[in-house]
């Protein structure tokens, strides 16, 4: 949680709503053909009207120098150190489609990949499969068996599964098998710790028996790789750290899992962000007073490598901005878990744009809402996990420190 161990005696509850939007790989960089940024390139007349009464800034996720994954950028935005509480992918994976993770079990985020005829890596996501062809490779996967392991393993969306290994022998101290980059083969699992030593096996052999089995099945689609291996930790309340009713309406599975696991309710949505802001509609003259609502295709253009969709998909989400304006929370926050620049193709280290929207901000942007206009903004460059002091503050609902 927030290293603010007053924080409990200055926390009020109010009747002000606060919205928080994370739009996934929301910064990127001036790309060299285009001498632009995506955030600079786009028309984006709903933020930039947002930020010229806002107060704006950018927030280092991590450390400077330090490239997030989405866990712990996420996990900082709600105010957890990203370092202390580091998150495993497969749980917050397994967990945000509902998959049954016990104590001590090991669950791992996988992805169906393509690889060549000399075993290396094509493309890591399969060319993007959908869903529905996500769901027929798992069911070929589920014949699997490892001696001393039960094998779980789960659909996500896309090229995503989630796979769960069940025993006592199970230990999230093994190494990923996938390198995250194309043109070497895939990794072998190893234990980082003596207690490791079975379960890397096993690993090293689910994998082996998924290429035989994919091996001719499907051309786009012929292995797997598998990355995130934990257990489920135990994390302070966020609810009850911050005095808030909190709500989660997210389409993705992992950012549910995210949200879940701090203890947020997370609501019933489809699978688009249309569908999200319409969840919000529905609830927000209910009960709840925060809102983490998250948009992933901007991310997906930047690790695409695809600077005008990116742009575009920025451009798609400044359209849906509106409905939310027009619900008037009190307090409305637009921020990202980390920076993928299209130009890189992942995520980046530089700092994410956001802004804080209230009768309480202090404008200081014009024009437009970009990497280096929020840096010039009234807060500055803070580390992400103090965001949400000053989201507090902004809804007013923290009292005065010390007499």
């Known amino acids: 949680m927030i290293d603010f161990q007053y924080l409990s005696s200055i926390r009020k509850q109010t009747a002000s709503k606060i919205v928080m939007i994370v739009v996934d790989g929301l910064g990127g960089m001036t790309n060299p053909s285009t001498g632009q940024s995506e955030l600079e390139a786009a028309v984006l007349p709903n933020l930039d009207r947002l930020a010229a009464s806002s107060s704006c800034g950018v927030s280092t996720p991590v450390l400077p120098g330090i490239t997030p994954g989405s866990g712990p950028g996420h996990m900082a935005l709600f105010g957890y150190n990203p370092i202390k509480y580091l998150l495993g992918r497969g749980v917050l994976e397994g967990l945000g489609i509902g998959a049954p993770i016990g104590k001590g079990d090991v669950a791992a985020r996988g992805n169906f990949c393509l690889l060549g005829d000399d075993g290396k890596i094509l493309d890591r ?75 890397a096996l096993a690993v090293n052999l689910f994998t082996q028996r998924s290429m035989e089995i994919l091996r001719g099945h499907k051309k786009s689609a012929n292995g797997i790789l598998l990355r995130g291996f934990s257990n489920i930790p135990e994390l302070p309340h966020f609810g009850s750290s911050y005095a ?111 802004l804080i929207n209230s009768k309480l901000s202090q404008g200081k942007v014009g024009g437009q809402f970009t990497e280096n206009s929020c840096r010039e903004g009234t807060i500055g460059n803070i580390r992400a996990e103090e965001l949400m002091l000053l989201v507090l503050s902004h809804a007013g609902k923290l009292n005065k420190f010390g007499p």
């Open 244 to 354: 808030l009713n909190p709500a989660a309406i997210a389409a993705y599975p992992m950012y549910r899992g995210v949200a879940g696991l701090l203890g947020m309710e997370v609501l019933n949505s489809k699978q688009t962000f249309e569908d999200e802001i319409k969840t919000l509609e529905m609830n927000f003259s209910k009960g709840y007073d925060y809102f983490f609502l998250h948009y992933k295709p901007a991310d997906s253009a930047g690790e695409d490598g695809n600077f005008s969709q990116k742009v575009a998909m920025l451009e798609e989400f400044d359209k849906k901005l509106e409905r939310v304006v027009q619900l008037e929370p009190d307090v409305i926050v637009i921020c990202g878990d980390h920076s993928t620049p299209s130009y890189f193709s992942s995520h980046s280290w530089h700092p994410v744009p956001f």
């Open 125 to 199: 996501r399969a060319g993007r499969i959908t869903t529905e062809e996500c769901v027929e490779l798992v069911e070929l996967l589920k014949q699997i068996e490892i001696p001393g392991f039960g094998i779980e393993i789960y659909p996500v969306m896309d090229y995503r599964f989630v796979l769960v290994l069940k025993g006592e022998t199970s230990s999230p101290n093994v190494s990923e098998t996938d390198p995250q980059i194309t043109g070497i083969a895939p990794l072998v699992s190893n234990p980082t710790s003596e207690g490791g030593t079975g379960t």
